[in-house]
């Protein structure tokens, strides 16, 4: 699950959480609970019992759980076997388990590097 890339695990929303607006990270995030609201981090996990309702702008995206919204994801993108996404996917890679379910359209784009400025992510071709 975690590459050399990927940094050490900073935010962690437990399963009996729930998160309302906007969450910024430049590390990795992992959700166990519910997150209603857009995140934007290096590398966004989503476990079994986790859910997203809102847009991610991440490098790397790995959902166990549910993403309802779109996806930007710099690097790529994994739905797990009990993963489900419903929006679009916009990666340079896209990876779906046998089980795993993709509701939306998917987007191949140039590999991006995530720069932070204050609270908003701004992607810069590499």
Avoid: W
């Amino acid at each position: 699950m975690f590459s050399k890339k990927q940094p050490r695990l900073d935010t962690i929303i437990g399963p009996e959480s729930t998160l309302r607006g906007e969450l910024t990270s430049k590390g990795t995030v992992k959700i166990d609970g519910h997150i209603e609201g857009n995140v934007t981090a290096d590398c966004l996990i989503i476990g079994e019992g986790g859910t997203l309702t809102g847009d991610a702008t991440v490098r790397e995206v790995v959902v166990g759980g549910r993403i309802i919204g779109t996806v930007h994801a710099t690097d790529g993108a994994d739905i797990q076997s009990k993963g489900e996404v419903c929006g679009d996917i916009f990666a340079a890679r896209l990876t779906i388990a046998e089980g795993g379910r993709f509701d939306g359209r998917s987007t191949m784009q140039l590999q991006k590097k995530i720069s932070y400025i204050g609270d908003e992510a701004l992607g810069k071709a590499i």
